[in-house]
Structures are given as structure tokens and as C-alpha cells.
């Protein structure tokens, strides 16, 4: 493996100023979590998007939660096939072996991956449609939901919408796995589905009897 | 979808707090993070463990880093059969839409996963050999590199090193994705292989000429 | 005094939240609240546990309950030999100068010092019997009522009942105080012991007449 | 034990209403906590003041801070004599039981502990000379600290400056537990002290190098 680069100079020195001051201060609680291990008391499921971190929003410290990210946080519906599957892995491993309370999906505006949904669903994005497209592939799961946003004609709107069916395609798919139902039918895991609004800092949940999303 | 709950009241107070600090402070970047989209430097692959967040340890701020968080770290070879894969998505949409210019893979310490893929590798993990194990399947993706540790005796010592080699292995089926190895080949995006000791702060860099990791 | 660290950073963070937000909205009441003094309507004597916070279970502000917390909500009896004691110097100061309407002994599931105490009084605690134990001769204040629960066969079972005794030790040590008896026969005080069931948020209160606890 | 009232109407209400959101929204988390135990990160010893919420002012949730709220949160010097000691049990527990990672010790502004204990060095609290005078004797903990403050003139700002010396003398003594301070030297605990201005919503930290607080 001969093209691993050294680490690049700026982030060496965020390195050792972090080393300095954040481990520093905070030595006992880290040798704490290397010995004793995590104990996360929820799972959150959010876009790889560099614009949203949940451990900021949350004030959320080492140990806090267990963190799966990935495009437009989307859960796709459980298969027994017995493929690899990422996503399903870490639901896996939270649900069953960490033994979670809380999961969370987290959804955002200005999402990439879901105005990519949108372009491939009005024919738009040839690309995506391409067998090979692995973005194409992993937007399949928002496919469904199209049919609900289809006829916004404000483009920002539609977005927005879809947006927020990422969370609740997810929290349906979540629903098929057989652990995940389990565990939520018999009291010991509650699921949480959030969207953000990246510029004005907000933060709505989605309420099933509604079938809608509320400011926090 | 009628299992979703309302958001767990410490977490309404902790995001009212950010939303009345944090944002409030940096409100002109978040208005500008979101009309103006995401442009990371870089793109980064960690684990979903909740002791290792890469923002803390290189004090990243909104829109510096692409983050994918899977179990282990682990990216699988390239296929192009047609099938979701969530990860190649993300380091898809990473490569060729964001046009990153550093892919970081991080592995840590006392990574769960990485246990887990030494203890079914020993014929100790019956569960996870089990076809429908997410887990199990996830982790064959790091069974290659198990008969590099095999022989170590210090059963600490053994983890650690098969949690580098998650580093190692990612960054080689990294290079087996054609729009992956052309980029690095042109110098259009290099590859950063890490790997964080959590209890000591540590961080060291990966030496492919030396095939081996050196402190940062 | 060369020890003490800086506040942790997550600590840091979310009072900044509170402050920007609880703290702002209740700026009357704090000001309020510096400038005349406490005057809460009852004293609350609760365990230390991390889990049990009487101002959550009651919805209870600022100003409304003085709050002593020790291991395993235990008062002492009264002792006049001029020692320095804790727990008696806060039931002194409630009665005697803040003159509060209601002392309160709340007692709670899965107690840590109720369990300790058990292992101590069958012999499988040496640790606790030795002289510098500190927990061992908290938790003496408990003993006389290990007999009420040592023939009970269930072991959770008989964790519940001697925690329900913890409460009845500590209301019948708080009559042996006399300010607080000669308070409680002129009707200006009176007395209330609770036990809570964290894990089902139940809550059941003393009835001396029966000499049980009931279903609040 | 004939003197234990029903819980008052208003507790009765509250309490319900909480049963019937907080608990219910939560109720996840509590049963885990209730299985799994407490493993809080912190140790708060904290004023049985009722204006002061350690919970609130750091939105702590169930299961995070164990929290021993005594008289001006003083903590007495270490004794090995055998006798009963309730702020030391708390200690012993929460660092050698749950191993907390850090000890905070908390004071506040307009604590009424501390006043008495100005009127008591300066003669004008014969009630609390007394030797069976409850209070008294607990705030001989910090009168060895009156010297520090006795030629300030202004009446507040004579009590500001004893507030804060209660978290100094607290540590002081903290320190003389043998079990804290080789906790402290091997970095397995941390200590910090706080004082809080109620009035105000502020919050300052001790530095021990320049012997006073911050603002944090």
C-alpha cells in the first residue's frame, strides 16, 4: 500500500494543540473510557454532510453517543441475504451488543445526496441511473418517498420535504428489522426522527400521529 | 410509522443551549454554510465509536470535514455489481462530487469491531459467523488481515494491531476504486492513513514504505 | 491547594447554554431569589444516586426545595456530644432557621448503600466492617432494620424492602431529634417518608398507621 | 413511628404529571438505568441551598452527576477514628465504588452557612458557640478560612470572598483523603471547584496556580 501520504501540516498542529489543552484537561475521563469502555446511551444516524455535527448541537462529550454517518443518514429496509451491509452493521451492533436506549436519525437541509434523489427521479441525472453508480444505488432507498414530494413546485420546498422523508423512510425501514421492532415494542429502545435547518440553526421532530414535523 | 418519540427532553435543553450560543455566535458562517453548500478539504472515514470524534481531536468546525462513520473504519473492495453500498456512496460522493483533496481513514483503540473480528476468527464468536450477522459479515472485510496478529501472544497488544491494520486495508481497497487510484495517481487527492490510542491522546500516521505507523 | 483542574470543557459549554437560555428567561426570579433570601416550603432528604432527582419527579424551581443528599437518604439519631455532623446540621438548619413546612425522606430502588449494607450484615462485606470504612459506619445507621428483612428470600425482593426501610429508620432517627419532634407535635412541621421505583417511575408513600407503603 | 403524613396535594400533582411525560418520553432510559446500575462521570458536592441545581445549571440528566448537597458544601479533613461520617461516605463511594472521573466541588453566592459562620467568628451568634449547636460545629470546618477575610470591610463582599473559600478549604481537606489524593497523582480523578452567583448566572472557576477564580 504505497500511497498513503504523512498527515498534512495543519492538521498536525490542531493535533498537538488538542493533545495540549482538550486531552489534557480531560486525561482521567479518556483513560476512564479506554479502560471501561462505552456505554453511549443513544445512536445517531446523520449525513456525512461537513456541515452537521451532532455532537455540537447536543454538547455532546466523548462517550455520549454512538455515531453512524452516512449519505442523506438514510436506513435501508433489513435483508437477510446475508451480504455485507454497513448500515445495518452498525444498527447491529447498537441495538444488540452496545444496547442503546435512544436512536435517533437526524436529517438536514441543503442535502446533497437528496437533491440528487430528486434530479434521478425527474431524469435529470443519467448518471445516477447508471447500474455502477453507487450514489444512485444508496439514493434507491429515498426513491419511494418521490411520489410524495413530486408535485411542490417551490424547488426549495421540495427539497426541504424530501429532506425530511429521509428521516421517516429511515424510521420505517428501521421498523423491518426484526431486533430494532423487538426492542421497541417491548420498551427497551425509542426511536427519535430529527430534521435541522442548517442556516437558521433549527431543529424540528417528527410526530407519527401527525404525520409531521414540529419545532423542538 | 407511528414508534417515534418526542426527542428526550436533556437533549431539547442541550440543543436550546447550543442554539442560543453556539449558532447564535457564528450565525453569518451558518447562513453562509448553507446558501454557498458544502466545500470540505477533506474527507474522513472513522468509526461510530463514541469516544473518538475526529472534530474534537483536529478542532474541526462546521464544513471542514466530510465524515463517514461505519463499524471499524472499514471501507470494502470496490464492486460493480449494482448493489447499495453505503460506504463506496459516500467515498463516491466524497471523490467525485466534493472533490476532496485528503481521504483520512482512523482507526482507535479498543475498537469493538475489531474485537469482534479477533474473537470470530479464533472460532470464538459463533454468532457472528452466523450468516445473518450484520456484524460478522461486515468484519470478513478485515478477516485477511487476522493471520498478520494471529501469532501475537499479548491479547492487548494482538487488538492493537489488528485495529491498524483496519487503517491498512481500508486505504488497499481504497486503491481497488478506479475513480480512487486515478485521482491519487494524477495528484488529485491523496490518502492518510491514522490510527488514535484514546486513553493516551495518541495519534500516529501510516508509512507505507516502511509499512508501518510512527507517531504524529 | 495545587490539584484542581479547569472546569471540563462539555461542563463549560452547557452552562453557557443554560445561562443563554434558562438562566435569561428566569433572570427575574434569580435576582429575586439573591436579593430575599430561600424560603422553600420543604426539605427533601435524598440519596446522592445519580438517578433519583426529586426537582425532576416534582417538577420542582429554584427556591422550592432544600435539599440534603447522602448515601442512601440516611438521618442518624440524634447524638448531643458536640461532634460535627452533617446530616443533623442540615435537619438544624431547615427546622430551625429556614422553619420549612415539610421534611421529606425519599428512599429509591436499586440503592448501592442498601445493597452494601446487605452484603455487610451477612458477612460478605469484610471491607465494610473494617473501622475505616466510611460506608460501613454510614450505613450501621441501617442495621438494627436488617432483621425485618433477613428471612426474605428473593434477593431483589429484599433489596426493595430494606430500601423502604431506610426511610422508616430515618423518619423514626428524625422523632429521637428533639426540635424536630416537639416541631412535629405543635403542628408546625410534619413528616413524609417516600420510595421511588426508578426503573418504573413509581412512587409509594409511609402510612405508620398500616405500617406499609402504599401506591402514591 | 406515628408521625409520617401523606404526601401533600401539590407533591401528589406534580408527581403525577411527571409520571405522565418526563418518565413516559423516558422511559427507556430509566429501565436501563435501573438494569444497568449508575455509572455517573461525576461527583458534585453541592449547598443544600434550594436555589442552587447542579442539575440545572450543567442540564445533567438522569444517571450523570451522583450529587452529595450538604451544609455550604463543605467537606471536613480526613479522620481514621472509626466514627460515623456521612460527607466522607459520599466520597468514599463515589471514588472508590463508582470511580467517578471528577470531583466538583460547588459553592454560591448568599449561602447561609457562610454568613452564619461570619457572625460566629465575630461573636455574634452565641447560639451557634453552643456545643450541641448542629450548625455550629459543621461550620468549624471552615472557620480556620476567617482569617482570610476578616479585614474586608464590605459585608457582601467579606461573604462573597468565605463562599468561595468554602470550595478551597473543601479541596484542601478533599486532599487529605488518602484514596483522593493517590487518585489525584495517578490521574484516575480530577478536582475542580465552582462558585456560582445566583443573582447573576455566574460561574467561576478555582486556578490554583494564581490562588483565585475565574470567570468560566
Given at each position: 500500500?504505497?500511497?498513503?501520504?504523512?498527515?498534512?501540516?495543519?492538521l498536525?498542529?490542531?493535533?498537538?494543540?488538542?493533545k495540549?489543552t482538550s486531552?489534557?484537561e480531560?486525561?482521567?475521563?479518556y483513560?476512564?473510557?479506554?479502560?471501561?469502555?462505552q456505554?453511549?446511551r443513544?445512536?445517531?444516524?446523520?449525513?456525512?454532510?461537513s456541515?452537521?455535527?451532532?455532537?455540537s448541537?447536543?454538547?455532546a462529550?466523548?462517550?455520549?453517543?454512538?455515531?453512524h454517518?452516512?449519505?442523506?443518514n438514510?436506513?435501508?429496509?433489513?435483508e437477510?441475504?446475508?451480504?455485507?451491509h454497513?448500515?445495518?452493521?452498525?444498527?447491529d451492533?447498537?441495538?444488540?451488543?452496545?444496547?442503546?436506549a435512544?436512536?435517533?436519525?437526524?436529517?438536514?437541509s441543503q442535502?446533497?445526496?437528496?437533491?440528487?434523489?430528486?434530479d434521478?427521479?425527474?431524469?435529470?441525472?443519467?448518471?445516477?441511473?447508471a447500474?455502477?453508480?453507487?450514489?444512485?444505488?444508496?439514493?434507491?432507498?429515498?426513491?419511494?418517498?418521490?411520489?410524495?414530494?413530486?408535485?411542490?413546485?417551490?424547488?426549495?420546498?421540495?427539497?426541504?420535504?424530501?429532506?425530511?422523508q429521509t428521516?421517516?423512510?429511515?424510521?420505517?425501514?428501521?421498523?423491518?428489522?426484526?431486533?430494532?421492532?423487538s426492542?421497541v415494542?417491548?420498551n427497551?429502545?425509542?426511536?427519535h426522527g430529527?430534521?435541522?435547518?442548517?442556516?437558521?440553526?433549527?431543529?424540528?421532530c417528527?410526530d407519527?400521529?401527525?404525520?409531521?414535523f414540529?419545532?423542538?
Amino acid at each position: 500500500m504505497e500511497y498513503a501520504k504523512p498527515l498534512p501540516g495543519y492538521l498536525v498542529q490542531r493535533y498537538h494543540g488538542w493533545k495540549a489543552t482538550s486531552y489534557k484537561e480531560n486525561e482521567v475521563w479518556y483513560r476512564r473510557l479506554a479502560t471501561d469502555g462505552q456505554h453511549p446511551r443513544a445512536m445517531v444516524v446523520s449525513c456525512c454532510d461537513s456541515r452537521v455535527h451532532v455532537t455540537s448541537i447536543f454538547g455532546a462529550d466523548q462517550g455520549e453517543f454512538f455515531i453512524h454517518r452516512n449519505i442523506a443518514n438514510l436506513i435501508p429496509p433489513y435483508e437477510d441475504s446475508g451480504n455485507r451491509h454497513g448500515t445495518s452493521a452498525a444498527i447491529d451492533y447498537a441495538v444488540n451488543v452496545l444496547k442503546v436506549a435512544h436512536l435517533i436519525v437526524l436529517g438536514h437541509s441543503q442535502c446533497g445526496g437528496v437533491q440528487g434523489c430528486i434530479d434521478m427521479c425527474e431524469g435529470l441525472a443519467p448518471e445516477l441511473e447508471a447500474k455502477e453508480s453507487f450514489i444512485g444505488r444508496w439514493m434507491d432507498i429515498l426513491r419511494p418517498k418521490y411520489d410524495q414530494v413530486a408535485n411542490i413546485k417551490d424547488r426549495a420546498e421540495q427539497a426541504r420535504e424530501l429532506e425530511r422523508q429521509t428521516v421517516v423512510v429511515s424510521l420505517e425501514n428501521l421498523m423491518t428489522f426484526p431486533f430494532v421492532a423487538s426492542a421497541v415494542k417491548d420498551n427497551s429502545l425509542s426511536l427519535h426522527g430529527l430534521w435541522t435547518n442548517i442556516g437558521e440553526g433549527g431543529l424540528e421532530c417528527y410526530d407519527p400521529k401527525q404525520g409531521r414535523f414540529h419545532q423542538v
